[in-house]
């Protein structure tokens, strides 16, 4: 909670968020072989059509645990900060439940890559200014 360092709590979010993100968006994969096999990605529940993987609820619960925490609000950033900030964190919400995005993200191999980028660079910069 003091602007101009990472918060301790928040260490265990910024970790978090980045790998399940990038499971969500599809940069990388990661699967378990023991006890029959299990993936980060695999379908938990379908919720309006909708897969509900471990990764998406662990990228939520990590973005609310930043938010929570670092007590974001409007006053704490500048507008231009605010857009950014709340850009990149509405990336694994779109991705998941708006299937436009879905497409325009799949369109290229490098999209996801960006996208991914700039989530992990907003969370970085909310523990650090938050």
């Known amino acids: 909670m003091v602007k101009g360092q990472i918060d301790t709590p928040d260490i265990v979010a910024l970790v978090a968020l980045p790998m399940f993100a990038g499971i969500e968006l599809g940069v990388w994969s990661l699967e378990l072989s023991v006890f029959s096999g299990f993936s980060f990605s695999q379908s938990l529940a379908t919720i309006g059509g909708t897969d509900i993987t471990l990764s998406l609820v662990a990228s939520l619960l990590a973005i609310a645990a930043l938010a929570v925490q670092g007590t974001v609000s ?24 708006v299937p436009i995005v879905q497409e325009v993200v799949a369109m290229a191999d490098i999209i996801p890559l960006i996208l991914w980028l700039a989530l992990s660079g907003a969370a970085v910069y909310i523990s650090y200014e938050g």
Not at 75 to 97: K, L, T
């Open 74 to 97: 409007r006053d704490s950033f500048s507008d231009e900060e605010w857009y950014v900030i709340a850009g990149s964190m509405a990336v694994i919400p779109a991705h998941a439940f």
